[in-house]
């Protein structure tokens, strides 16, 4: 993706997580976004936190769960790893940033 640079690198969102943050900054310093991709950035960002959530509280409960009548349940958690984890892949691939960084970029 090869768009006009900005002049000062945009901060990541305060509400991702640590992780998310770090990958934040490093797309924006080895792509060139402009607005809308910083907000399909930030999405892909809380998708992946959504999922990381999920997955501990899946690691903690267990995929399933007895209902009232003692019947397996698949916990929410399930659907909400699997729906951020499609969310994610699917930003990516918007953002399409499969390609060459900008051509500053040094590894």
């Known amino acids: 993706m090869s768009l006009a640079k900005k002049s000062a690198t945009p901060e990541p ?6 992780d998310a943050r770090a990958w934040w900054r490093l797309v924006v310093e080895r792509y060139e976004l402009e607005e ?3 907000r399909l ?3 892909a960002g809380e998708a992946w936190d959504r999922a990381q959530a999920a997955r501990v509280a899946l690691a903690k409960h267990g995929t399933v769960y007895a209902d009232r009548f003692g019947q397996p349940r698949a ?3 399930v ?3 699997r729906d951020a984890r499609l969310a994610f892949a699917r930003l990516l691939r918007e953002l399409d940033l499969e390609g060459e960084p900008h051509p500053g970029y040094r590894r």
């Open 75 to 77: 916990r929410p958690e």
């Open 41 to 43: 950035l930030q999405l």
């Open 36 to 38: 809308q991709h910083l």
């Open 79 to 81: 659907a909400i790893e």
């Open 13 to 18: 969102p305060r509400h991702l997580s640590r």
